[in-house]
């Protein structure tokens, strides 16, 4: 399982960023698929998650009506569009499957937003 992400970087509160998460080695197509975040000083998030279709998708309250997670399953990505980003969104990202008992992590995209 691979996983990599890419997409963070440094901007102004009220921007936005889109995120990209590049899987390969697994059936990405039947694969539910989330994000997570860890911020500094804390522990690691949920920030969305999105069936293997992109029929159902769930957000923390912290980002719901801002966010959009996404999935191209022919292209074996998944997305997270940020919009309105606040200070407290500055954290390291990163997107997340579960393969029979373990969680699979890529190595994370920095996302920083200043005020």
């Known amino acids: 399982v691979q996983l990599v992400e890419s997409g963070g970087g440094l901007v102004q509160a009220g921007a936005s960023l889109r995120l990209s998460c590049a899987a390969s080695?697994?059936?990405?197509?039947?694969?539910?698929m989330s994000w997570y975040r860890q911020g500094p000083g804390n522990q690691r998030e949920l920030v969305a998650t999105?069936?293997?279709?992109?029929?159902?998708?769930y957000y923390a309250d912290s980002v719901k009506g801002r966010c959009t997670i996404s999935r191209d399953n022919a292209k074996s990505m998944m997305y997270l569009q940020m919009n309105s980003l606040k200070p407290e969104d500055t954290a390291v990202y990163y997107c997340s499957v579960r393969r029979g008992f373990r969680d699979y992590w890529g190595q994370g995209t920095q996302v920083t937003v200043s005020s």
């Open positions: 999105v069936s293997n279709n992109g029929g159902t998708t």
């Open positions: 080695g697994f059936t990405f197509s039947i694969s539910p």
